[in-house]
């Protein structure tokens, strides 16, 4: 069985195909990321035309190239939400009109779900029940992942998520878009408490996060600044890159505390980050538990997890054979 998977929640174009016996055998994504970055950060009408520029080729040049047939596709799968409006409606629209003109369903996919689940492509991947901190651009949550659909919402960020964090900080650095990647890099060349950023929520008893006072500390602090040498960049990334990464640590163990649960998967954007795999793997070890995360590629928007998570509902006959645009931007995959 073969699922297309089509990802267009924001400025990444992704296109992939997904067989549940060879596993991932197409995965394309086509970042926007340098228009964007003269913008510092995305915008969504810019967003949604130049999905609608690319969609057509990308898929048309995929199949052509690997001399793949797309009428051994069995379903098309599509982020129907969360994401920008724009940018859903030509993914979910490309996706029903391919669907109807080959004759097969299509499966609409949550993108959290789908960066939650996108672990299970790996060789080491948890077995149910088990926790995710899912930190993206949007968002901050740790979710109770009971079973394939079922999830409760433990923790989440109040204000700002943890990518939008970095994305800030990195603008006022004078770096480029995306900022996780960026502060990440520079970061390396810090001197470790040269400076001290507040932890926001650290000593709260529950497991939600609030990131936007420790972005405003940090910007007023990059802004009374006149020259921003590079050391001075590195230490302020450093110092930002550590109040955050202790910051979604210690919530991540209270809710191991809490749930008795061991086996911590962090997906979204933010997993990328090398300092932050290395402070969880050695507090989970403490629990005598297991991390799990992603290759590179997987963390970030892509639409192998579309396709991955398209080929698990499928099996589940949660198919739409109406091709209704379905577009739910703000959609929730917990009560
Ligand atoms: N190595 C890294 N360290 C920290 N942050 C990173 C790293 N790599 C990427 N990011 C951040 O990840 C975010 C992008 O992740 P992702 O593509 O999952 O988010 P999104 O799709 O925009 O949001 P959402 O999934 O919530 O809708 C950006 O904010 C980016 O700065
Ligand atoms: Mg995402």
Not at 6 to 11: A, H, K, L, M, V
Not at 191 to 218: A, C, D, Q, R
Not at 255 to 276: C, D, F, M, P
Not at 305 to 325: E, S, V
Request: aromatic share 10%; net charge positive; glycine share 6%.
């Amino acid at each position: 069985m073969r699922i297309l998977g089509i990802e267009t929640s924001c400025d990444d174009t992704g296109i992939a195909v997904y067989d549940d016996k060879y596993g991932l055998i197409i995965n394309q994504v086509l970042s926007q990321s340098n228009i964007h970055n003269k913008y510092g950060g995305i915008v969504p009408e810019i967003a949604s035309r130049e999905h609608m520029l690319n969609i057509f080729n990308l898929c048309k040049s995929i199949f052509k190239k690997r001399n793949n047939n797309i009428d051994n596709i069995d379903a098309i799968a599509y982020t129907a939400g969360p994401g920008l409006s724009g940018s859903l409606l030509v993914g979910a629209t490309f996706s029903n009109s391919l669907a109807y003109s080959l004759n097969i369903p299509t499966i609409i996919i949550n993108h959290l779900e789908a960066h939650l689940l996108s672990v299970m492509m790996e060789d080491k991947c948890p077995i149910f029940p088990f926790l995710t901190l899912l930190v993206s651009g949007k968002h901050t949550e740790i979710i109770y992942a009971h079973a394939l659909g079922k999830y409760s919402l433990l923790g989440k960020s109040i204000d700002d998520a943890a990518g939008e964090a970095f994305d800030k900080v990195s603008k006022n650095l004078k770096l480029r878009y995306p900022g996780g990647p960026e502060i990440s890099k520079i970061s390396k060349f810090g001197t470790l408490n040269k400076y001290v950023f507040p932890k926001p929520m650290l000593k709260k008893n529950n497991l939600n996060f609030s990131f936007s006072g420790l972005k405003t500390s940090v910007i007023n602090f990059i802004n009374k600044k006149k020259n921003l040498n590079f050391q001075f960049k590195a230490d302020v990334a450093k110092a930002f890159e550590q109040s955050i990464t202790d910051v979604l640590v210690k919530k991540c163990e209270k809710a191991i505390q809490k749930t008795n649960i061991n086996r911590l998967v962090i997906s979204g954007g933010v997993s990328a980050n090398t300092e932050l795999r290395k402070k969880l793997k050695i507090m989970v070890q403490r629990y005598k538990g297991n991390l799990f995360f992603s290759r590179l590629e997987l963390c970030t928007d892509n639409a192998a997890m579309i396709a991955y998570t398209g080929m698990l509902k499928f099996k589940l006959n949660q198919i739409d054979r109406n091709y209704g645009i379905k577009v739910y931007p703000k959609w929730k995959i917990y009560n």
